[in-house]
């Protein structure tokens, strides 16, 4: 008689994905073990082993829903036709809002994942360059927005979108450590951005 193998057990990718993304974020790549994956998900090792392959790999799946769910919605404003000055200043806006509630204490899970990782693990290099280029991508969009508005110089369009990238970074950074200073940074660099646009400001 003929045995059968035992399927593993289906389950909702998107609802595991997004599981193991809140307890990679919660925790960090190095210190999320086997254990805490299933745990989180409610799926068995063997079964995430069959399905993603390795834990990086899906730590990876995690990092691209994060980048897609969390992420996207706040640059979308900047890429969008006709964004310029008032969107860029909006984006730090709304980081500082961010930051005094739940994502103040966690961060953000590509940028905690930069620290952790890019470095040591040549591997993650990839993920932070693209993750980084899009940030520099969207501030440019609405950037050369601006300049075609007369609000700032062209010349200074690629200088600028370089600068707000590591301010949006940065931020990110401090949050770990002291959400009100952060918010207070991105407050600043918000009217920093307004001024460019006033009669009179060097641009």
Same mark, same amino acid.
């Given at each position: ?7 593993? +057990?289906?389950?909702?990718? =998107? #609802?595991?994905? *997004? &599981? %193991? ?8 790549? !190095? ?19 069959? +399905?993603?392959?390795?834990? =990086? #790999?899906?730590? *990876? &799946? %995690? ?8 992420? !996207? ?131």
């Amino acid at each position: 008689m003929m045995t059968r193998m035992a399927r593993p +057990r289906s389950f909702d990718e =998107r #609802a595991v994905v *997004e &599981a %193991a993304k809140n307890c990679f974020w919660g925790r960090g790549y !190095e210190a999320t073990a086997l254990g805490d994956l299933e745990a989180a998900t409610g799926v068995g090792r063997s079964s995430l082993y069959l +399905r993603f392959g390795s834990k =990086r #790999a899906l730590f *990876e &799946a %995690a990092l691209e829903a994060y980048e897609k769910n969390c992420i !996207e919605p706040l640059l979308v404003p900047l890429e969008a036709q006709g964004a310029g000055l008032p969107e860029v200043a909006g984006y730090f806006t709304t980081l500082s809002a961010l930051f005094r509630g739940w994502w103040g204490r966690r961060g953000c899970m590509m940028v905690n994942a930069i620290a952790e990782l890019a470095g040591p693990d040549d591997g993650f290099a990839g993920f932070a360059s693209r993750f980084m280029d899009r940030y520099r991508a969207a501030f440019s969009s609405a950037l050369s927005f601006a300049a075609a508005s007369g609000d700032i110089q062209r010349a200074a369009v690629s200088r600028r979108a370089k600068l707000l990238t590591a301010s949006a970074i940065g931020a990110w950074v401090v949050v770990r450590a002291d959400p009100a200073t952060a918010a207070a940074y991105c407050r600043a660099v918000s009217s920093e951005i307004r001024s460019w646009a006033s009669p009179g400001v060097p641009r």
